[in-house]
């Protein structure tokens, strides 16, 4: 019925032209879903004092703590920390708050590669969770000069970049006011997991040369 | 001659698709240039030292002084900032370098509206660029309690956002590890503009009370 009706090249031409509308308006709508869900989310802080044990458990379960459990910038955070499979890279100037080393160690117990760099001078402060981290065998890197390793950022699954102003710590969470932008765009992330590997590659320990003091 | 070949509904049919997807591929080819110029730009620093003194000067002019005028991360940063024509919002902890502080007093001289959001501790500083921003005219407002302002953006005309873990000092931009991203995304810019309005009106100072010691 349809090959009688549009018989002739003018038909054909027809046809065509229509499927070629149809279809690219089909890859735009996809093409413009896709851009809507990988634009960058914000997240701003201090954030309200909530629990978010319950995002750690392995299995859903209930925590019976006097504190909020209700969504947060820090559920979002650690949420986004836990969501990752295959490799969580974290290049955090100040490492303190446990929340979020908590959501570490647990990606890392799930048996995600889990890397770590941070700064000399902050990881050897009261609070430092580097400790618990190279206790648990999470690998840690860290600067070799006097200024700081003061990038706060990291890639999940090298797909997902959480960069911004807040450095890992309680009163970076809780108290100061921080940013922090979520972002996929492909370029973007791929410029943060060179400088994730110039920098992992630049602290390799099997570099250090140590000359014994006189 | 057209209208002779393309006669009867399934010519018009025909031209009409075909017009459609031309039509529909010139938008989508606008939409992709425009987002491939909008997609966020990244510094890392940091950055080598370089003048950028002939940058702020109102005519193209040539400097003799020793350093490198190479292109940097440092005179990527004070174009965009310098590129401000009717708006420049500072929201960062600490600035003290000598030539962020000079772009952002250079964009004031040409008048543009300045507004600066600092933290209160390190605003009292030595080397703090707050001084001289006052001194300018330039309205500065900062944070009343003991957390920290410790966000590092600018708004750029509305539609430019700079953000990142880099803090406007001198070790920040040559000595530390540090990034900043560049974002144009009206979304994202929004929410920082909103951050922006939400703190500034909180640190109006019309707002304080004083109580006198006793």
Known sequence: ???????????????????????????????????RERRPQVLFFPAPVTCVRPLLLSSPGHCSCSLSHR???????????????????????????????????????????????????????AGSQVGAFRRAGIEVRHDQDANYMHHKFAVIDGLILITGSLNWSAQGIFGNKENVIIIKNTDVVKAFIEEFERLWNEYDPSKYSFSPKS
């Open 71 to 125: 969504e947060s910038a820090l559920s979002c955070l650690t949420r986004l920390l836990l969501s990752a499979r295959r490799s969580l890279d974290v290049c955090v100037f100040t490492i303190s708050s446990v929340e979020l080393s908590n959501s570490v160690l647990a990606v890392h117990g799930r048996g995600v590669r889990v890397r770590v760099i941070t700064d000399s001078d902050y990881m050897a402060l």
């Open 1 to 35: 019925m349809i090959l009688t009706v549009v018989s002739g090249w003018r038909g054909l031409l027809a046809v065509a032209g229509l499927s070629l509308t149809v279809e690219g308006l089909y890859y735009l709508i996809r093409y413009l879903k896709r851009f």
